[in-house]
Each structure stands twice: as C-alpha cells, then as structure tokens.
C-alpha cells in the first residue's frame, strides 16, 4: 500500500514540473524532480512513523490473546474478535462513565466559551483605565505553572466542600483561561469598530453588543475554543484524580486507569479500551481539523 | 448680545465635556463588568491559593490539625534529608534537557518538511499534526503496549533491523528515553506553530537568495531559521514551563505515582503530588510548589536575557 501511493506521487510531481517548469534549464529541472521524490519519501517515512501506533492499536485491539503473544506477531489481525470490546465495555462501568465524562465536558465547554468571549470583549472593545496591566496579568498567568496552585486550590475545595463534587472540575472555566481570552482578542480586534459604533447609536449596551453582534460574527473562534475544551475536558485526568473520591462518579480516564492497573499486559482489552476512549477526539479532529488548525495559526500569526 | 452668545457656547462646551466624562466613567464601569470574571477568578483560583502557598510553606500544615510555624525547616528538608526530592529534581531537569530541543527541533524540521506547494500535503499535515491533539491515559495505556518488551511495536520494528530492544519502562536507564519518545511522537503541535510562521515569509527572499547561488542548506540556514525564532523562542519557553510539569504519563505509566524502577520516573511534581495527596504533608509540598515556581521563573528570565543574542524580531 506505501509503495503503490509513493509511485503515484512521484508520478504527479513528474507531470506538474514537466508543465509549469518548462523555463527551467534541464539540469535545474531534473535537480527539482530528484529533490521532490526525497520529499516525499521523507514525508511517507513520517506519516507512516506517526500512523503505526494507531494503527497498531486498532490492530491488537481486534486480536485474540494467543496472537498478540505469538511471535513473530501479525500486524493485520488473522481472527478477527470483536468481542474484545464487548468485553472492555462489560468489565468497567464504560458507559456510566462515559455519561460522566459527557456531563464534565458539555459544562466546561459551555462555561470556556461563554466566559472567554465575554472577557475577551472587554478586552478588545472597551476602554478602562488599568486595561494593559491587567492584560498582561492575563498574558502572566500563562507563566505559572499548574501544580504551582494545585495544592492550595485543593485545600480550598476542601473547605468549602467541594471535594467530591463536579464542581471544582467545572466552576472554574467560568472565570476564563489566559490561553483563550489571548485567542479570542485577537479574534475580537480583526472587527470592524464601526458596527459597534453605529449599534451604540441606535442605543444598544455592551451586554446587546456582546450577545447579539458579537456571538454570532466570533463563531468561528468560539467553535475552536469549544473544540479544544472539550478536548481538554474529555481527556482530563488530573483533575478527577484529585477531586472524585466516589467510584460511581468516575470519568473515562480515572477508569481506563484503573481498568489499565486490574488487567495488565491484557493488550487487547487495554487496546479496545483506547481505541474507545480516543475515538471522539479522532473523530472531532477529522470533522472540524480547519478549528483546530485555526486556532494555532491565530497564535502563530500573532505571536511571530 | 455678542458676550451673552460666547458664555452659552462656554456652557454648551462645559455640558458637552461632562457628558463626554460621565460616558467615559459608564464606558470604564462595562469594561470592568466585562473582565471582572477574569480577575474574581484570578483572586479566587490563583492570587489567593498562592498567597496561601506562600503563608503555608513555612508551616507543618498537614489540612487536618496541625498549622505551625517551623520556619525555614521545609526548605532545609528538602536539600538534606529528603533523599528522593534531589532524585526527583534530577529526573525532571534530566527530562527536561533532552525534551525540549528534542521536540523544538522536530517541529522545526516537519514545519521545513510541509512548508512547500505540493501535492498531498494538506494530507500531510493533518496525518503529522493527528497525535498532538490525542492526549490523557488511553495515549499512556497505548504507549505502555508499544514499548512493552515482549509485545510491544517498537521492539519488533528494531528486531527486524537486527537490535535487541531495551527493557523502555523496566530498566531505570530507559524509562526517561521512553517518555521523551512518546512526547515527539505529538510533535504537531509545534510543528503547526512554526508552518504558520513559515508561510508568512516573504517569497522574494528566497529568490534573490537563489539568484545570488545560496543552496537549500543555505537557504534554510540564512533565511527560514532566523525568520522563525520568535516563534522558537515561545516555543522554548512555553515547552520548558510544560516539560517540567511532567506528571500524568508517569503517574498512569509507574502504577498509581511509585516513581518505576530505581525511582527513575519520580519527577517533580510525582513527587510533590505523594507528599501533598499520599501523606498528606502539606507545608512541605507547598513548599516544594513554591521552589518549582522559582525555578522556572529563574529559566524564563534567563531566556528573556538571552533572548536578543538570537531572536531576530
């Protein structure tokens, strides 16, 4: 399959340079040519480095015991056992887990979404004494790490009871994230002061502005917050580990970890367990990968 | 009737000015309202809990009983009778040092790799970037069967080419090798960064560049990489603050946080982590949280400063 798609390749960099290039003397062209199939099959040498965990994953995770020990080992499964994910699903709560999950997530995307969108705003669109010092203290907040807070925070979920609860897994992202209010500026900047000018005319406040102009004109900035939230959210495991103290109120993680410290060295199931819990973000990247990569380029434009 | 005219104008002015003053205080009122979930929660969640720290790490606070002041003794501990904290900091500085050029470097050289108009390569990208976005303990679970010795994807491969695999997370030489290679395996993520950067460089440089003879060597030498060290710069910092908070993939790879073999695994905040949730010895840890903060405020100041001997802005 590698070698059938490196040839094909190859032909269609012969054809592009034979036709755009013609200018070129044919010393120069042969040199291109040569330099393109290198980098192709550099990149085929990558991609392929980079696919084989994954596809190695799905691969063991549709085996029978007896062919993951056997050596040399098969890299397309001989028999296939779909009911190793019949068994993983039956051997933890999976499914009660997974409702968990979704109940974490559903709320911190929404909290990351609309808190970030709202601090962003001000940020970007009004004017108050203070405003630059106190975004820098945004742009500082990035600098302290995690663990920094962690055990002081914790100490005051204690106290006030929250240990145990959801709650210190979701309140928090409704005071925004410096990452995402930086992301979300940039975004608020690139439009036009004059909309906001002629709806302050027409006798709007900030909050109509917010919600009415600014939520649907942003969308394509909030949707990549919400994606990488619920990506964040979903794979989350330091945060459960901390704070869920009840067994029936584990996420997906907490119990993959668990299930991974029961069933050591049972690739298969560990695998087919994987490959479930991977499975929404693979697919999340695949529908809305545009999202994902635009919310890098902001970065990456602004900050170059 | 002149003079009457100049002191209405005079009055019209002083209520324009008012108006415009009392617009301003109302504009200045909405942005507070609009950051003010930003700075409760920064009082709330960070400024507040690290005063705490602060107040805290001179202290034998064990979250039950005991608050007392013990002075410097936290620190002293550290450095002298606590044996497995040097061993800790050394695996973190140990991980840290061979992660981050690692992974800037392999972001630097797939960026190069992408940054070209071919066919295919928007397949590329999204192939290179796909494992930067997958993260948490099915990726540890997943890498903990690719580096099994016996089972494992990458021992077979180096089987093939005639190399007996090492043990990976069995043998305390191999355990940190192990987690940095699981690290550059999500290596998109800076990669994409850096692609951005790169398709903003103007095209004309490379062309006068190949009319005066420079090769791609040359090329990527005098022109791509200086073009891109602001961004190498944030990636070096914001990578190094990351690296040393290194702490999942080993809880979840040694078994609930027991460090692996010969304590290799024992990072930092591993550590920490035993002391503040295991035995509950709170002071201390939020005296170790405190020394993590000034050591990678320490290394971000140090790149500031040398920041202008390289980063061309």
């Known amino acids: 399959m ?5 040839t094909k390749y190859v032909q269609e960099s012969d054809s592009s340079s034979s036709t755009s290039k013609t200018k070129y003397f044919k010393s120069k062209k042969k040199q291109d040519r040569n330099g393109k199939i290198l980098v192709y099959i550099v990149l085929i040498l990558v991609s392929v480095l980079l696919l084989s965990p994954l596809v190695w994953m799905v691969s063991t995770s549709l085996k029978p015991m007896q062919e993951i020990v056997r050596f040399p080992p098969t890299f397309i499964p001989e028999t296939i056992v779909w009911q190793n994910y019949v068994d993983t699903v039956q051997s933890f709560p999976f499914f009660k887990y997974m409702g968990n999950t979704l109940i974490i997530t559903i709320f911190v995307v929404l909290g990351n979404v609309l808190s970030n969108s709202f601090i962003a705003y001000g940020f970007a669109k009004i004017e108050f004494p203070g405003k630059k010092v106190l975004f820098a203290l945004v742009l500082a907040t990035m600098m302290v790490p995690g663990f920094v807070t962690m055990i002081p925070q914790y100490i005051l979920f204690t106290r006030i009871n929250w240990v145990g609860t959801y709650l210190p897994l979701i309140v928090p992202s409704f005071f925004g994230s410096a990452f995402n209010i930086f992301l979300l500026r940039q975004f608020y900047l690139s439009i036009n002061n004059e909309l906001i000018e002629a709806a302050k005319i027409d006798g709007a406040n900030h909050l109509y502005i917010w919600s009415h102009l600014m939520i649907p004109l942003t969308k394509p900035a909030l949707i990549t917050v919400g994606i990488m939230s619920f990506n964040g959210a979903w794979n989350d495991f330091l945060g459960p580990l901390l704070y869920i103290t009840d067994e029936s109120m584990y996420t997906l993680q907490i119990g993959l970890q668990s299930f991974s410290n029961q069933s050591t060295t049972q690739w298969n199931y560990l695998m087919a367990g994987a490959t479930l819990v991977l499975i929404p973000s693979i697919l999340l990247f695949f529908f809305a990968q545009k999202y994902f990569i635009e919310g890098m380029d902001l970065t990456g434009g602004t900050k170059g | 009737m002149h003079a009457n005219q100049t002191s209405n104008n005079n009055g019209k002015n ?36 690290m005063m705490f720290s602060l107040i805290g790490s001179f202290t034998n606070y064990n979250i039950t009983s005991q608050m007392d002041f013990i002075g410097l003794d936290n620190f002293i501990r550290m450095f002298t009778t606590d044996q497995l904290f040097l061993k800790s900091l050394y695996n973190t500085i140990y991980y840290v040092i061979l992660n981050v050029p690692l992974t800037t470097a392999g972001g630097v050289f797939l960026a190069v790799l992408l940054n070209r108009n071919i066919r295919g390569i928007t397949i590329f990208r999204t192939i290179f970037y796909l494992p930067a976005i997958l993260s948490g303990v099915a990726v540890y679970v997943l890498w903990m069967q690719l580096l099994s010795p016996t089972s494992g994807l990458i021992n077979l491969v180096l089987s093939f080419v005639g190399i007996d695999g090492p043990a990976w997370l069995f043998d305390p030489d191999w355990t940190k090798p192990a987690l940095i290679l699981m690290r550059l395996w999500s290596v998109g993520g800076a990669m994409l960064l850096y692609l951005a950067t790169l398709q903003n460089v103007p095209r ?110």
């Open chain 1, 2 to 6: 590698i070698e059938s798609s490196k």
């Open chain 2, 14 to 49: 002083k209520r324009k000015k008012m108006n415009w003053n009392k617009r301003k205080r109302n504009e200045a009122l909405w942005g507070l309202l609009f950051v003010s979930p930003f700075i409760i929660g920064f009082l709330a969640f960070m400024f507040l809990p």
């Open chain 2, 204 to 313: 004309q440089l490379y062309e006068s560049a190949e009319v005066d003879g420079a090769n791609r060597f040359k090329k990527l030498w005098h022109i791509t990489l200086p073009m891109i060290t602001p961004i190498i710069f944030y990636d070096v910092i914001t990578s190094t603050i990351g690296a040393f908070q290194i702490f999942q993939a080993a809880y979840v790879m040694t078994e609930n946080g027991t460090g692996g073999p010969a304590n290799s695994l024992l990072f930092y905040n591993l550590h920490m982590w035993n002391k503040a949730f295991v035995a509950f010895d709170m002071g201390y840890a939020m005296a170790m949280s405190l020394v993590l903060f000034a050591i990678v405020l320490v290394l971000t100041f140090i790149n500031l400063k040398l920041a202008p001997k390289w980063v061309h802005y």
